[in-house]
DNA sequence: CCTATTTTTGCATTATATTGCTGTAATAAG
DNA sequence: CTTATTACAGCAATATAATGCAAAAATAGG
């Protein structure tokens, strides 16, 4: 059996219990209780899960305590962000996707001029909901315990409706040749039809997202507009997207 | 069981109770008090609940006040909260207002059997997706800032497709002759809608707005099927309902 | 196809953490 | 003041973590 394979089954046991214990993964597929460890070490370094003594459990969220959510980047986030909001005119309309980075963005949105601001993602909704300026716009639909995004059907279904002025599309992986994947299939849907609803695609990614790959993808590299990170122009990282018709910040 | 699990689950408890008793803990997760009582100290340093002699309390119960009708009117919504909790049978799908009183049913859902979970209200999809045994899908649209619950033709449209069995629909004022009234025209709306949407139609409903009135009318008294208040069913508030199609709790 | 190199895995050993129990001190309540 | 309950420290039993090492597996280069 794989790594990946062994990883991807562990996420999906957290996923599904919101915990496991190390001797029964151990057990059930069948490898030693040192191997599972070691694979739980990876993930909570990935900060996919969290490690605890005795197996690990999910990061989702519990209302109280904020384990785990040190953000490693947050300073890089910021300046994403601070980037971000810099293509923001008044009185536009825009679509922020889920993710940490866009949460940073919503914060900073400014209070001087009035902003009409579409979401499925229900900490950005409520980050946005104490601005006054800002009309906030729920994409209903279910929601996904883990990235706290509205899914499915009916939210893409909102999304057909709509067309807004500037999409920040938060993005876990981007590569010069395969474009942008993703981990889960459904968020794919949803990020597919947000690309859709949206005149201008703005991807805010910090660089260690840049070159990586997941299982599936959602568009190609040519759908974005503007790729935000916190690199310097001249890093080797970027040589491959500058021939390409987007601009870089 | 995982010791972070315990932490989870007694910040929970707190979370909803405002307290807890070391013992009522122990014997409930089945560990020694010890073990609680180390647990407590370690979320205690963490700043995340108050150990004091005995269990524990929420941090912010003491600056609530000690005359606190806040405090007093809540004990009365959980009450009232339980009794709803206890009309819902495994696998039904519910549809939940927004309100206090619901988020205090919200909160206090049964984790023992799985639910589906319509609701347009911010803080209590934040509140359900605690609860990795229902599935919440969030009526998206335009969100009001006051009330934290999506309005407006998407979200009615939302609400038209879907049908529920129980819907627990939180109110403002009810009056025996008038039925049920709002402030707000929007809001009117969306409760119309959620009436449609429902196969049975619950009132939690705590006792100062019983006989109240306001602007708009929602609906007649004979569109709901059951009211739940925390009077006793003898008092003369109630008179007028009885002899309504009504059942009272 | 074969071999050198790296990665992954399981095992043994040692170190650390967790838990319940004991006895004793502290605290609350009558 | 007395009594019952709760807190705490120390201890032992058990479970889990970390480390180093060797065998096995995968990978890369010729």
């Known amino acids: 059996m794989l790594k990946e394979e062994r990883h991807r089954f562990i996420l999906n046991e957290v996923g599904i219990h919101n915990r496991v214990?190390?001797?029964?993964?151990?057990?059930?597929?069948?490898?030693?209780?040192?191997?599972?460890?070691?694979?739980?070490?990876?993930?909570?370094?990935s900060k996919l899960l969290k490690k605890v003594h005795g197996g690990a459990i999910s990061l989702g969220f519990n209302n109280y305590n904020p384990i785990g959510k040190t953000v490693y980047?947050?300073?890089?986030?910021?300046?994403?962000?601070?980037?971000?909001?810099?293509?923001?005119?008044?009185?536009?309309?825009?679509?922020?996707?889920?993710?940490?980075?866009?949460?940073?963005?919503?914060?900073?949105?400014?209070?001087?001029?009035?902003?009409?601001?579409?979401?499925?993602?229900?900490p950005i909704a409520v980050q946005l909901l104490t601005k006054s300026n800002i009309e906030v716009i729920f994409i209903g639909g279910r929601l996904s315990k883990d990235s706290q995004i509205a899914i499915g059907g009916s939210a893409i279904n909102m999304l057909s409706e709509i067309k807004v002025d500037i999409c920040f599309l938060g993005t876990n992986s981007i590569h010069p040749v395969e474009g942008l994947t993703?981990?889960?299939?459904?968020?794919?849907?949803?990020?597919?039809?947000?690309?859709?609803?949206?005149?201008k695609v703005v991807s805010p990614c910090i660089?260690?997202?840049?070159?990586?790959?997941q299982r599936f993808k959602?568009?190609?590299?040519?759908?974005?507009?503007?790729?935000?990170?916190?690199?310097?122009?001249?890093?080797?990282?970027?040589?491959?997207?500058?021939?390409?018709?987007?601009?870089?910040?």
Chains 1, 2 share one sequence.
Do not use: Y
């Open 21 to 45: 214990l190390l001797t029964d993964i151990a057990s059930l597929l069948d490898v030693s209780v040192d191997t599972i460890r070691r694979d739980i070490k990876e993930l909570h370094n």
């Open 73 to 122: 980047s947050l300073e890089e986030k910021s300046r994403i962000a601070e980037k971000g909001i810099s293509l923001i005119k008044e009185g536009q309309v825009i679509l922020l996707s889920g993710g940490t980075t866009n949460l940073e963005l919503a914060k900073r949105l400014p209070s001087k001029f009035k902003l009409t601001c579409f979401t499925p993602s229900l």
């Open 182 to 199: 993703e981990f889960d299939w459904e968020i794919v849907q949803m990020k597919k039809a947000m690309i859709h609803s949206s005149r």
């Open 207 to 213: 660089s260690e997202k840049i070159g990586s790959l």
């Open 218 to 249: 959602i568009c190609g590299v040519e759908e974005i507009d503007v790729l935000i990170t916190e690199l310097e122009p001249w890093d080797v990282k970027l040589d491959a997207f500058k021939n390409m018709n987007i601009q870089l910040l």
